[in-house]
């Protein structure tokens, strides 16, 4: 009788470990498919940023080719008048009527070029002072949220802006647009950065996934109205932290800017979020392209 007690005993011990073992290995799965689509989302990020550059370098590059260009037809220029001056004393022009002429116009040429260095050179100095100040932005907003789950609050930049990407279950309960205690006090920290940066625009955008929400639900028709009330209630957290109104624009895309296109539960979950898009202004920068 008491062989069979611990024969049975052991079969239910040993169960017991292989139920645990399962559980363990689930969990530990999940938990690296999520640190696996995160990392595919900052690739994909960092690749967008990359083309952005390239696409400014290429730009500047253009530039200088133009300028070195308009050097050449300056000096070709030059070879002319001095040509046409040659001409003209043989055809009893006077020297000096020639060579003030001459001079005057390789003058202005050059001042016109001068100018167009200039433009061009204090456009390279704003990009760069933008780009440090992106880059300063970033480290302040990431230091601010330090203490979140990296599956909950992701921090990227993408085309001169920061974007700090907000999960779903970190703010909100489905279809609620009630912001849950944790999830304001993440607005609230990244407000303490936002309300010092008065040169930093602030767009919040909410978004949904392609499942219609609940009929009659109050107040709501589709999924537009829930990603622009999610989208103002986080303006009015922000806003009321301290951020500038006048610097905050809330918004909602609904289900059409997806992370995910597939039709999965974990595809769905990512493309659950909200985006606070924070832009540097560039007005100085827009008034030398508009004198260039």
Not at 74 to 95: D, M, P, R
């Amino acid at each position: 009788m008491r062989k069979h007690l611990l024969k049975a005993s052991v079969i239910l011990l040993a169960g017991s470990m292989t139920m645990t073992s399962c559980v363990v290995s689930k969990k530990k799965y999940d938990d690296l498919l999520a640190r696996k689509n995160a990392l595919e989302i900052d690739k994909s990020n960092l690749e967008r940023e990359k083309l952005t550059l390239e696409e400014q370098k290429a730009l500047l590059e253009k530039e200088k080719a133009n300028l070195q260009d308009e050097r050449a037809q300056l000096e070709q220029q030059k070879l002319e008048y001095e040509k046409s001056l040659a001409q003209a004393l043989k055809e009893g022009k006077t020297l000096g009527e020639n060579l003030n002429m001459s001079k005057s116009q390789i003058e202005r040429l050059n001042a016109d070029l001068k100018a167009r260095e200039q433009r061009l050179a204090e456009l390279q100095r704003i990009l760069d002072e933008k780009e440090k100040a992106v880059a300063n932005l970033r480290n302040r907003v990431s230091n601010a949220l330090l203490g979140f789950n990296d599956k909950d609050l992701t921090i990227n930049v993408r085309n001169g802006k920061v974007y700090v990407s907000l999960a779903e279950q970190l703010l909100f309960n489905s279809g609620s647009t009630k912001v849950d205690p944790k999830g304001e006090d993440a607005l609230r920290k990244l407000a303490s950065v936002l309300k010092d940066q008065k040169d930093v625009n602030v767009l919040v955008e909410g978004h949904t996934d392609d499942v219609p929400i609940a009929k009659g639900t109050v107040g709501m028709s589709d999924n537009w109205d829930l990603s622009v009330l999610r989208a103002t209630e986080i303006t009015r957290i922000l806003t009321n932290a301290g951020v500038d109104p006048q610097r905050v624009t809330p918004s909602g895309r609904s289900k059409y800017v997806p992370l995910d296109e597939a039709k999965t539960k974990e595809a769905r979950q990512k493309n659950r979020r909200t985006e606070i898009i924070l832009t540097p202004k560039l007005d100085e920068l827009f008034q030398i392209l508009e004198t260039t």
